[in-house]
């Protein structure tokens, strides 16, 4: 057997204390937890205690100094600058989505990644949930005569979801290091923006970049690269947008109910007049919750119809997309939401925002996909 990876993790926020850190810490097998990194001090130094992290850094330049394998960027911000410089130290990269705040950036990351030869992954952890894998086994059967694909996300309060966790306190984190950060992102959604009001600079860089790279990753996993925005309409509490998949209508409506009930909802539906599919996905927060798929048919012609209910796994996807890590890293095979997958949601991204200011929309493919099969 192999040694373990030695990994770095860099961003000490909810969601590396919820799923990544504690997936970490319970595959010693494949995992070493080498160094924990967070521009908060006391952050890195209480996380590494609590998962038992070799060795805590709140500059994640000194943290690429030591011996590692490979580092997941967990941070809020533009992962690029980091990205670079650890595919240029000869370390495998892992970044949460969205992989970048632009297009320019996204390129500069693989050109960085496939320079250097390490692998370079994305973190849009929907593709390996057990029930979308489903879905992606059965939607092929009625590709064909797809009629409609919807997918409607209600977003609510994450706190609920995450009360029952031993999080840590939060630690606040230097000014100085804030605003230099902040000014940074600025910068790079200004080169991607210009000169626009802050409704569309809110939705390009929160809505889009933030919430619904997932759902457009998740959909191009299974029907492929989209052919054409139709339509895009951004607010600070919704966003409607109309894509074109070839022949295949799609509508995407997102919700913020922030202020509301801890009701989170996420649906992909695929109707076809003989067979409808309809995957429903639990608040990301929740460890193991298994998502839904329900399957519809019947008797054309007649009162018959049916609906069956899939529960297909109760493993839980942040654990299986760090197998899927491990094994690229491993095999050298190319990870199912890699570098280019992640570029691909940032050229749509940039697309809906154009369609939203009523600029032409060039819309250039990534090329294919490569599908959600459990490979």
């Known amino acids: 057997m192999s040694a373990p990876l030695k990994v770095g993790v860099i961003g000490c926020g909810i969601i590396a204390q919820v799923m990544h850190l504690p997936h970490l810490s319970q595959s010693p097998a494949a995992f070493e937890l080498a160094a924990v990194c967070d521009i908060a001090e006391p952050a890195a130094e209480r996380c590494a205690a ?25 941070t809020s911000g533009n992962h690029a600058p980091i990205a670079i410089a650890a595919a240029e130290a000869g370390v495998h990269v892992f970044v949460e989505k969205p992989m970048a705040l632009s297009v320019a950036d996204g390129l500069a990351m693989i050109e960085a990644a496939e320079k250097a030869g390490v692998c370079l992954m994305v973190g849009t952890m929907k593709r390996y949930d057990p029930a979308y ?26 706190e609920p979801y995450v009360a029952h966790y031993p999080l840590l306190p939060p630690s606040p984190a230097p000014p100085t290091v804030v605003a230099e950060l902040r000014k940074a992102d600025e910068a790079t959604v200004d080169s991607v923006l210009g000169d626009v009001d802050e409704v569309t600079r809110f939705g390009y860089r929160w809505l889009l970049l933030d919430n619904l790279v997932h759902e457009f990753n998740a959909l191009r996993g299974v029907l492929g690269e989209p052919t054409e925005v139709v339509y895009a309409s951004l607010a600070r509490e919704s966003v409607s947008v109309n894509l074109r998949f070839g022949e295949i209508p799609c509508h995407l409506s997102w919700v913020d109910l922030l202020s509301g009930i801890a009701r989170y909802k996420q649906e992909f539906a695929f109707y076809s007049p003989q067979l409808r599919l309809t995957l429903e996905l639990p608040s990301p927060y929740l460890r193991n919750e298994p998502s839904r798929l329900i399957v519809e048919g019947g008797e054309v012609g007649s009162a018959h ?5 899939e529960t297909v796994s109760y493993d839980e996807a942040f654990r299986r997309e760090l197998d899927e890590f491990a094994d690229c890293i491993a095999t050298g095979r190319t990870p199912r939401t890699s570098g280019h997958d992640g570029l691909a949601d940032l050229r749509l991204c940039e697309a809906v925002v154009r369609k939203h200011l009523g600029l032409d929309v060039e819309f250039v493919s990534a090329g294919p996909t490569n599908t959600a099969s459990s490979a």
């Open 133 to 158: 894998e489903r879905l992606a086994e059965l939607l092929p059967e009625i590709r064909g005569a797809l009629r409609l694909a919807r997918v409607t996300t209600l977003e609510s309060p994450f």
């Open 305 to 309: 119809s049916w609906v069956r209910e």
């Open 50 to 74: 609590r998962f038992r992290a070799l060795a805590a850094f709140s500059d994640w330049r000194e943290m690429l100094e030591t011996e590692l394998d490979a580092v997941m960027v967990l």
